[in-house]
């Protein structure tokens, strides 16, 4: 499963529910389909493999990667794919 968004612009006066809904569908995401082994790829460009999301909260995803917890703003992330092949 890929979710994907396209960038929440800062000045959009409704960024921050913006925000908390696409927070909102990644936790639900990892719920349903579990939370190993994601990747995560941010508007940078930047790939992010993940062992475990933790959770989201408010707006940012808490995960592990390479055995380190880390975190990320929800809004730098583009797309989440989930890969229950993976486990």
Do not use: C
């Not at 939370?35 to 992010?48: A, H, K, M, S, W």
């Not at 993940?50 to 592990?64: G, K, M, N, P």
């Not at 990320?72 to 890969?83: E, M």
């Amino acid at each position: 499963m890929k979710l994907e968004w396209d960038p929440i612009d800062a000045t959009d006066t409704l960024w921050w529910s913006k925000t908390l809904a696409k927070g909102l569908e990644i936790q639900k995401a990892i719920e349903s389909s579990g939370r190993n082994f994601p990747v995560l790829t941010t508007y940078d460009g930047e790939t992010i493999f993940a062992s475990t999301i933790l959770r989201v909260e408010d707006s940012t995803v808490f995960l592990i990667v390479q055995g380190l917890s880390t975190h990320v703003p929800v809004r730098k992330i583009a797309s989440v794919t989930l890969d229950a092949t993976a486990i």
